[in-house]
């Protein structure tokens, strides 16, 4: 009796908090792959349960129309495309014709100011001749048909060096002909260039668009893992925009989530504490447990629970399955009571009619 009473009065009981649902949870769980497109399925790929890597093909959806799209646009860009060429090409025959007319008056006019000069000059000294022809008349040292002759020859070289500087117009003016004609034909050309690439750029906008939407109607796995759920489809069957198709499962680690009433969670659950997992239908005296560890607590009530996410810690029993949404039960250590506080606390319980199942102890009375 007195070793009952010492136990009854001083023995350390510790206690768990026990949860009303829990369930495992692996991260990046699950991506679900549905239809961006309305679609008529040609293939079907993929089996439940196939180990997929990122890209690989799912469901292939009818693209007929849009394949015969992009012929005609890609048709459209090839024909844009050789106009393009086309007006280079002519744009580079106008700038080699241009260059070489350029050239051609540019050399003209040099020779024509260089006889021109040349004229001026004889046409200085001839005025000098008839000018000294004209004095010695005057003085009677010389005939008047040798001053009229000279006279008549610097006149001659007068009417030629105006020639000259006509010439040099002329050609001076039909160099800046050409230069505009050349700058009139290089901008029709240009706007030219710039409609068909303003076309092109429609049409390899409308090919892109077209590659994207003919992309969409391959549902592929975004993520990889395994297929977890296919939707039942048969090849034929029209899906319409947004159904759903398949659900991915990744591969990663195993979480848990449990749920708690407040008053059990609220001030006595924290970061850090110890919990224990059984798995619902797989006895845990057979089975064994899992030993988990508390990561975050909610400190908001939802739905009247409290959200407790938990990692699991040491090594996992190799007959316990992990699997993705596997309920389960948790129950969290929260502190350690006397027999005798156990005692008064489920007395406490009946008379108050609390429920008395809320807790549960590591240990029992020997």
């Given at each position: 009796m007195v070793a009952w009473a010492i136990w009854f009065f001083s023995k350390d009981i510790t206690t768990y908090s026990v949860s009303d649902a829990a369930r495992l949870e692996q991260a990046q769980n699950t991506v679900q792959v549905s239809t961006q497109r309305a679609g008529r399925v040609v293939a079907i790929t993929a089996s439940l349960g196939d180990t997929l890597k990122i890209g690989d093909l799912l469901v292939q959806l009818d693209t007929?129309?849009?394949?015969?799209?992009?012929?005609?646009?890609?048709?459209?860009?090839?024909?844009?495309?050789?106009?393009?060429?086309a007006i280079e090409r002519d744009q580079s025959l106008l700038d080699k014709k241009f260059a070489e007319e350029d050239k051609a008056l540019v050399d003209q006019l040099k020779l024509l100011r260089g006889q021109h000069q040349l004229q001026v000059?004889?046409?200085?000294?001839?005025?000098?001749?008839?000018?000294?022809?004209?004095?010695?008349?005057?003085?009677?040292?010389?005939?008047?048909?040798?001053?009229?002759?000279?006279k008549r020859t610097y006149q001659q070289l007068a009417m030629q060096s105006l020639a000259a500087e006509a010439d040099i117009r002329a050609a001076e003016d039909r160099r800046e002909q050409i230069a505009n004609e050349y700058q009139l034909v290089v901008?029709?050309?240009?706007?030219?260039?710039?409609?068909?690439?303003?076309?092109?750029?429609?049409?390899?906008?409308?090919?892109r668009q077209s590659t994207l939407a003919a992309g969409e109607q391959q549902l592929r796995a975004p993520i990889a893992g395994s297929l977890a759920s296919l939707a039942d489809i048969r090849e034929g069957e029209v899906l319409a925009a947004g159904q759903q198709v398949a659900t991915i499962?990744?591969?990663?680690?195993?979480?848990?989530?449990?749920?708690?009433?407040?008053?059990?969670?609220?001030g006595h659950i924290r970061p850090g504490q110890h919990a224990r997992v059984k798995l619902d239908g797989f006895s845990w005296a057979r089975y064994g447990q899992l030993q988990a560890r508390v990561e975050r607590v909610a400190s908001a009530v939802q739905q009247e629970r409290i959200l407790v996410q938990l990692s699991l810690q040491g090594k996992v029993p190799p007959q316990l399955p992990l699997l993705h949404d596997l309920p389960a039960r948790v129950e969290i250590a929260t502190g350690t009571k006397t027999?005798?506080?156990?005692?008064?606390?489920?007395?406490?319980?009946?008379?108050?009619?609390?429920?008395?199942?809320?807790?549960?102890?590591?240990?029992?009375?020997?």
């Amino acid at each position: 009796m007195v070793a009952w009473a010492i136990w009854f009065f001083s023995k350390d009981i510790t206690t768990y908090s026990v949860s009303d649902a829990a369930r495992l949870e692996q991260a990046q769980n699950t991506v679900q792959v549905s239809t961006q497109r309305a679609g008529r399925v040609v293939a079907i790929t993929a089996s439940l349960g196939d180990t997929l890597k990122i890209g690989d093909l799912l469901v292939q959806l009818d693209t007929s129309a849009l394949d015969l799209e992009l012929d005609g646009d890609a048709r459209v860009s090839q024909r844009l495309t050789e106009q393009l060429s086309a007006i280079e090409r002519d744009q580079s025959l106008l700038d080699k014709k241009f260059a070489e007319e350029d050239k051609a008056l540019v050399d003209q006019l040099k020779l024509l100011r260089g006889q021109h000069q040349l004229q001026v000059s004889n046409q200085q000294i001839q005025a000098e001749v008839a000018e000294r022809y004209e004095q010695l008349l005057q003085k009677q040292q010389s005939s008047e048909l040798d001053y009229l002759v000279a006279k008549r020859t610097y006149q001659q070289l007068a009417m030629q060096s105006l020639a000259a500087e006509a010439d040099i117009r002329a050609a001076e003016d039909r160099r800046e002909q050409i230069a505009n004609e050349y700058q009139l034909v290089v901008s029709e050309l240009k706007q030219r260039s710039a409609d068909i690439q303003r076309k092109l750029v429609e049409v390899e906008t409308r090919m892109r668009q077209s590659t994207l939407a003919a992309g969409e109607q391959q549902l592929r796995a975004p993520i990889a893992g395994s297929l977890a759920s296919l939707a039942d489809i048969r090849e034929g069957e029209v899906l319409a925009a947004g159904q759903q198709v398949a659900t991915i499962q990744a591969e990663g680690g195993i979480g848990i989530q449990a749920y708690f009433p407040p008053a059990q969670a609220l001030g006595h659950i924290r970061p850090g504490q110890h919990a224990r997992v059984k798995l619902d239908g797989f006895s845990w005296a057979r089975y064994g447990q899992l030993q988990a560890r508390v990561e975050r607590v909610a400190s908001a009530v939802q739905q009247e629970r409290i959200l407790v996410q938990l990692s699991l810690q040491g090594k996992v029993p190799p007959q316990l399955p992990l699997l993705h949404d596997l309920p389960a039960r948790v129950e969290i250590a929260t502190g350690t009571k006397t027999p005798y506080q156990l005692l008064l606390q489920r007395v406490g319980d009946a008379l108050s009619g609390r429920p008395q199942n809320s807790q549960a102890t590591a240990e029992t009375p020997p």
